[in-house]
């Protein structure tokens, strides 16, 4: 069996407010057997401490080295290209306070990058600041490329719709963090310290989680507890290394 699990959060570790037991009782399989894991999540809104304290709350037993953000994500590879970068963001706390902790510079104008994350308050102000710094220039970083998020109240778009006004009004296309694109794995292989053969990819959502994994060359393991149904998966062209209804199903 693989050695180390990526693990998609929502519709996997919780739905919304609730717990899914079957995935924190995975975990704790995880932590006795010693198999290494690391929590995935595109949404750039909360802070890992947040996460942290959610999951904690819902019973799991991690650490917060077990959970990355597109945030995180997003910090590392500006901070690895560019120490010291400036960065004009549109975005919320998440992403702000991943970019301080990693000494990146938000400012208002001449920027080295704009970074867009999903922002409950964005409005046109922000879209031309933006929009002026990528015709400048400024190399164009985008979060995630999710259409559309689930609230609890229902559905609302997503991180990839925001940015899609800003890479049509500058003819720009962003370079994705999250998941499907390759950088989150990339960086999810490098905090296991583990190659790609060794891990499996777990989620509930195929766009992100299955075709991600399976474009990156990961195997994949589908899970009926959030957003699609295991009757939908299987009409897609790309099938998922695994199907189950909940992890416990997992021989580990
Ligand atoms: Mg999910």
Redesign the pocket.
Known sequence: MNKGFLI?????AYLGENVIPSCRDFIKKCNEKGIKFCFV?NNSSRTTDTIYEHLVSLGYELTKDNIITSSEVTANYIVKEKPNARVYLIGMRGIREELEKHHIQIVEKDADYVVIGIDFDINYDKYTKALREILNGAKFISTNSDHRLSRSDGVAPGNGALTKVLEFSSGIEALYMGKPQQEMFVYGLQKLNLPKEQVMMI???YY??ILGAHNFGMESIFVET??MTIKEIKHFPVKPTIIVKNLLELDI
């Open positions: 998609d959060l929502d519709g996997v999540t989620g509930d959502n992100t989680d959030g957003v």
